[in-house]
């Protein structure tokens, strides 16, 4: 793989200007097979270049059956031998982010909860969708009908949107870039697109619809700095979001992606029945492959290092009491 060896690397322009050659060897060679961990997850990947930089090794690796464009340079505590120890580890994190992080705190109940669920719950979302915290009394005290704390919205994230997620985590919590605001189109903007291509795509009424993606937009200014943000990004919240200013009109594309991530532990303390959550799931998705069909323009392909630029958002005061009700049952008006 690659022509580039540890000799010529060391040599290299980046490698001769102040890089000293470390105590320690390489512990990877080029060609060798790897785990690689990227964002989440951990990846079969194979090292195509080593190369000494700022006295550390670093490794240029292929993320195997991903595209090139995929390739990057890691640091050692990116990478692990491929051996049966690590593979199994592997498995077992793919295995446990495919489950909600919360499911262990809920798993105690199961077995009781589900005597007294309906029939047609599905068990597969009872194994998987537990949320932690949640009270007894929601196993037994739910209405028939309604869709109780082991029944969870399933919300089918398209691999595009995965990816961008994924991008979205590397640059901020791995490259300390931040997403420049205010952005363009806003959270509000982009709802408002939405509205206006089902109106005119499905001839569906605009107050069905509005009424849900006010309520997307209530989830997304209440959730925003207490769920979606990561801690480097808390700083640029407090600079540019005022007391008189709703996230939504600042924030774009990119941080509402992420409340589709943690909308199923936010929809479970909403009492929906079976048939309503159905349609609830399908207009969400409908909603996220809006957001793929104009990834391009809704989303950015880099985010910027440079200060946080303060934007002026429409106020928010006449929206805090309609957001206050509507959190508790924005579902139930998806007809």
Same mark, same amino acid.
């Given at each position: +793989? ?32 790897? @785990? ?9 990947? %194979? ?16 993320? @195997? ?6 390739? !990057? ?25 495919? *489950? ?16 007294? +669920? ?7 979302? *009872? ?23 082991? $029944? ?51 001839? +569906? ?5 509005? !009424? *849900?993606?006010?309520? *997307? ?11 979606? @943000?990561?801690?480097? !990004? ?28 943690? @909308? ?51 106020? %928010? ?8 009700? $509507?959190? %508790? ?7």
């Amino acid at each position: +793989m690659g022509n580039s060896s540890k000799d010529d690397s060391a040599t290299s322009g980046d490698a001769s200007a102040g890089d000293v050659q470390p105590a320690n060897s390489s512990l990877y060679s080029e060609g060798e097979r790897v @785990l690689a961990y990227h964002g989440p997850r951990i990846y079969e990947a %194979k090292v195509q270049k080593t190369e000494i930089r700022k006295k550390e090794w670093r490794y240029f690796v292929h993320y @195997l059956g991903w595209n090139k464009n995929w390739d !990057e340079w890691v640091g050692e505590d990116r990478l692990m031998k491929h051996t049966e120890e690590n593979v199994q580890k592997q498995q077992a994190l793919d295995k446990k982010q495919s *489950i909600d992080k919360n499911v262990k705190s809920g798993r105690s109940n199961q077995a009781k909860a589900k005597s007294s +669920m309906d029939a047609k719950v599905d068990k597969e979302d *009872i194994k998987n969708n537990v949320p932690k915290g949640k009270k007894r009394k929601t196993d037994s005290g739910a209405e028939k009908g309604s869709v109780t704390v082991e $029944k969870l919205v399933k919300i089918q994230i398209p691999a595009t949107l995965k990816k961008q997620l994924v991008d979205d985590w590397e640059y901020v919590t791995q490259q300390d870039k931040l997403v420049k605001l205010p952005r363009s189109p806003t959270v509000d903007e982009i709802l408002t697109k939405f509205l206006e291509y089902k109106t005119k795509k499905d001839g +569906m009424g605009a107050d069905s619809i509005g !009424e *849900i993606l006010k309520g *997307i937009r209530c989830y997304f200014d209440k959730s925003l700095p207490t769920m979606l @943000l990561y801690k480097r !990004e808390r700083k640029q919240y407090s600079e540019v979001v005022a007391n008189d200013v709703s996230p939504s009109t600042i924030y774009g594309a990119e941080h509402l992606l992420r409340l589709f991530v943690k @909308l199923p532990e936010l929809l479970v303390y909403v009492n929906i029945e079976e048939e309503t959550m159905t349609r609830l799931q399908q207009k969400l998705l409908d909603f996220l492959k809006f957001l793929q069909k104009n990834q391009s323009i809704f989303f950015l392909s880099a985010y910027d290092g440079a200060k946080v630029s303060e934007g002026k958002g429409k106020g %928010k005061d006449d929206r805090e009491a309609f957001c206050s009700v $509507k959190l %508790k049952s924005f579902s139930s008006v998806v007809i």
